[in-house]
Each structure stands twice: as structure tokens, then as C-alpha cells.
């Protein structure tokens, strides 16, 4: 009975869930952007837009981690809200990465290329659409699950596009140095959709604590 009263009178933010919510929201838009950028048209604007969500993601990231500190209880571990929320912030920053190195590279899209960048919507939409069950983790054991099931499809669709698009091109007549940008530009991609993937990893992670 003390500790509970204890606990009531401590400093309490019940916004995290809130915070994952507008992140992975944010990443959703970001990957939509990405995968505009695939499309050939419009680079500049679609990079700008691309950077306004990172910085908007970031600013999300850097409110969870001061709430970490101003709080006494938190949904879950401490440890597990950080490592949450900058994993979430790794996928969109792996984005901007992306992007700003395929302005330089100035490659050609490939179907592969874009067929992987779609599949970096479904993961991180399906990401999106689980992250309100943390509210109730022991109830919604399922919801995670499915999202786990969702975001490993589209990692596993990713890597086959994968193979098939470096296969095409080492086939190809290209030089050797366009080889080598071509398979970065593909591992660049992969590196979104797999970022998704350790999303999934954490929040199964945490589940497995709280269930």
C-alpha cells in the first residue's frame, strides 16, 4: 500500500505510447517520400520533405529521452523506451542517408530498387498500426505478432528483390564501377526494410518481459 501511494505521488508521463505513435507515423510518411524518390521525378523536393520528417522525428527522439529522465514510471523499462525509440529514429535516419547518397550516385531505378522501397512502406506502416497495443501489452500479444509476421514478409520479399536486381546487373554490360554503385544503392534499401526489422525485434523483445 506505501509503495503503491509512493509511486502515485512521483513524477508520472504517460505520453510514451503517444511519442512511438507520431514516430513510426512520421517514419511512414518518410518512407512514402523514399519511395517517391525511387520514381525518378521531383528529387529535390521529395529529399527536402524527407529531411523536414527526420528532423521532426528527431525531435520526437530527444523528447522521449528527457521524459526518460523526468519520469519516474515509465510503460515499460527505461532501457526499453530508449532503445525503442532509437530504433525507430535509425530507420528514417538510414532514409536520409540513402537518399543524400543517391543524389551523388545518380543511378538509374530499378524495379528491384522500387519494389524494395515498397516494401519499406509495408513494414514500417505495419509498425505504425501496432504501435497503440503497447498501451496494453498483455492483451494485444497478437497484434504484435502479426506485425512481426507482416514485417519479416516484406523483409523476405526485399531480399529476394535483392538477388534478383544484383543478378541483373552484375549480368549486365556496365563497368565494373557502376557495378559497385548499383550494388551500394541496393544495400543502402535493404538497410530500411532490415532497420524495420529490428523495430520488430525490440518491441518482441519487450513483450516477452510484460506478457
Not at 14 to 19: G, L, P, Q, T, W
Not at 66 to 93: G, Y
Not at 140 to 145: L, T
Request: proline residues 2%; glycine residues 4%.
Amino acid at each position: 500500500m506505501v509503495l503503491r501511494l509512493f509511486r502515485k505521488l512521483m513524477p508520472r508521463d504517460e505520453r510514451f505510447v503517444e511519442r512511438f505513435c507520431r514516430h513510426s507515423a512520421i517514419v511512414v510518411q518518410g518512407a512514402e517520400e523514399f519511395r517517391k524518390i525511387l520514381s525518378g521525378t521531383d528529387y529535390e523536393a521529395h529529399c527536402q520533405e524527407l529531411f523536414r520528417l527526420e528532423d521532426a522525428a528527431d525531435d520526437i527522439t530527444k523528447e522521449t529521452v528527457h521524459a526518460v529522465h523526468r519520469s519516474f514510471i515509465t510503460p515499460f523499462d527505461r532501457s526499453e523506451v530508449l532503445e525503442l525509440i532509437s530504433t525507430l529514429d535509425d530507420v528514417i535516419d538510414i532514409m536520409k542517408d540513402a537518399a543524400k547518397r543517391m543524389g551523388l550516385y545518380k543511378v538509374a531505378f530499378t524495379p528491384e530498387m522500387i519494389g524494395m522501397a515498397d516494401c519499406a512502406i509495408r513494414a514500417s506502416t505495419a509498425i505504425r498500426d501496432a504501435m497503440p497495443a503497447l498501451n496494453a501489452i498483455g492483451r494485444n500479444e497478437a497484434v504484435f505478432a502479426a506485425m512481426q509476421q507482416k514485417v519479416r514478409a516484406a523483409e523476405s520479399e526485399a531480399d529476394e528483390l535483392l538477388q534478383r536486381g544484383l543478378k541483373t546487373l552484375f549480368a549486365g554490360s556496365d563497368s565494373a564501377g557502376d557495378k559497385l554503385i548499383g550494388e551500394r544503392v541496393y544495400e543502402l534499401i535493404e538497410a530500411v526494410v532490415d532497420r524495420c526489422e529490428d523495430v520488430t525485434d525490440v518491441i518482441a523483445g519487450i513483450v516477452v518481459e510484460h506478457v
